[in-house]
């Protein structure tokens, strides 16, 4: 990973922190917006490695969940209580239905699409105290 990336996703977790402190509901807004950005690449990517495209590989599909994992390390511990579970989840569902895909579709399936799920669920608000 260069340099840039780093800071580019160093900067993506400092406004991503600053929005969830200032707005909790834009903040769960835009990350949905990722979360479901991420998931498609996902899928965009086990389909390279299932046709068959050069330099495509499995490990790419897993780099988004990496990639992931150190935003939400980089928001802090509150951030990622709020977030961090359903991010893991979804994005593990993702990794493991693109690599089936790719392989034997028969060695994961799920009734519901977890981008379905995603759309289902209502950002929770925070207690006032």
Same mark, same amino acid.
């Given at each position: 990973?260069?340099?840039? =990336?780093?800071?580019?996703?160093?900067?993506?977790? +400092?406004?991503?922190?600053?929005? &969830?402190? *200032?707005?909790?509901?834009?903040?769960?807004?835009?990350?949905?917006?990722?979360?479901?950005?991420?998931?498609?690449?996902?899928?965009? #990517?086990?389909? +390279?490695?299932?046709?068959? $495209?050069?330099?495509?590989?499995? @490990?790419?599909? %897993?780099a988004l969940?990496?990639?992931?994992?150190?935003?939400?390390? &980089?928001?802090?511990?509150?951030?990622? &209580? /709020?977030?961090? !579970? @359903?991010?893991? !989840?979804?994005?593990?569902?993702?990794?493991?239905? !693109?690599? !089936? $895909? *790719?392989t +034997?579709?028969?060695? %994961?399936?799920f009734e =519901? +699409? &977890?981008?379905q #799920?995603?759309? /289902? =669920?209502?950002?929770? *608000?925070?207690?006032?105290?």
């Amino acid at each position: 990973m260069g340099k840039a =990336t780093r800071r580019g996703e160093r900067h993506l977790a +400092d406004e991503l922190r600053a929005l &969830s402190e *200032s707005n909790p509901r834009q903040f769960h807004h835009v990350w949905r917006a990722h979360l479901n950005s991420w998931c498609g690449e996902i899928v965009a #990517r086990g389909r +390279d490695v299932r046709r068959g $495209r050069a330099r495509a590989a499995l @490990e790419d599909v %897993y780099a988004l969940l990496e990639k992931a994992e150190r935003l939400l390390h &980089s928001m802090g511990p509150e951030v990622e &209580s /709020q977030v961090g !579970a @359903e991010a893991r !989840a979804v994005l593990k569902h993702e990794c493991a239905k !693109a690599v !089936a $895909r *790719s392989t +034997d579709v028969w060695l %994961y399936q799920f009734e =519901t +699409d &977890s981008v379905q #799920r995603l759309m /289902q =669920t209502q950002p929770q *608000s925070r207690a006032r105290g």
